[in-house]
């Protein structure tokens, strides 16, 4: 029985595809977007032949500098699922293109949803990127928080991970206002950092990057030093619970665990004794963040449960990279 058909943006990216994939699970058809002439799109097998995909999954070319080429995509469909941004981490974009790109193509799809007379909810996936308090006196973190754009660009520069804040905080703020404006049914989720299992055939940074006490990268080690942690699935079954709990809205901080660098060296000493895990003692000099919690009581508070803890995201991304040839 189908449940009905969406459109999920920029389905061949680490998330978007799980999600792809549990969509199919859970009994709905699929559209999704892939950029044109994109190298990702030369294999598209990790989608094509999942399962429920023969049947119920359609995929479409579309480019965000070019908003009406979703129209086709999101035709019919019950929910769009808003998953791609524009990610330009080497810093080759200035800010402002970034950020008018990433506002101009996400306000180009959220008109064409309007305009489709069938899209019951739109779920856009932001990023705690946009909830990056610098307030030191603040214990919890709610979504009520927003980023503060100059503070990121005195703590960051103009690195590419500034921008990418940057941007994401300003989309969805331009998403959010677009919505309340037009009455347009919208959430909003916040996911930390996204760890798990992937079925992409290209190791995703937010992975390799969680990885790193387990390759080596001592390089990652200042950006680990307390890290709030999602599993892959987890934000993929609250993308489809919002989308399907009638009482949603605004904004949804999806954060499993929290953790910081010693306990986690600890966890994964234990755990994976035949990797070379620094030590606790050795990691005191990566201190601890000052900053607040992210809190996700209001998604709790809607029935809302996370399945998945911190073994079971580096038991599947451990996994998964061993199934894919990186590690």
Known sequence: MEKGRVCVTGGTGFFASWLIKRLLQDGYAVNTTIRPSSDRTKNLNY?????????RLRIFEADLDKPDSFDAAIQGCIGVFHV?????LKGKETEETKIERAVHGTIGILQT????KTVKRVVYTSSASTVDSHDKGLNIIDESKWSDVDCIRRSWGSSGIASYAITKTLTEKAVLEFAEKHGLDLVSIIPTWIHGPFICPFLPGSVSSSMAMIIGNQNEYEYRRRTAFVHTDDLARAHIFLFEYPE???R???SAVEI???KLAECLSARYPEYPIPTADSLKEVTESKFGSLSSKKLLDTGFKFKYGIEDMYDAAIQCCKEKGFL
Request: one cysteine or more; hydrophobic letters at 30%.
């Open 47 to 55: 989608l094509t032949e999942l399962p429920g995909a023969s049947e």
């Open 113 to 116: 949803c309007l305009n489709s």
């Open 84 to 88: 791609a941004h524009p990610t330009d």
């Open 248 to 250: 949603a809205k605004g």
């Open 252 to 254: 949804y901080i999806c």
């Open 260 to 262: 910081t660098i010693d």
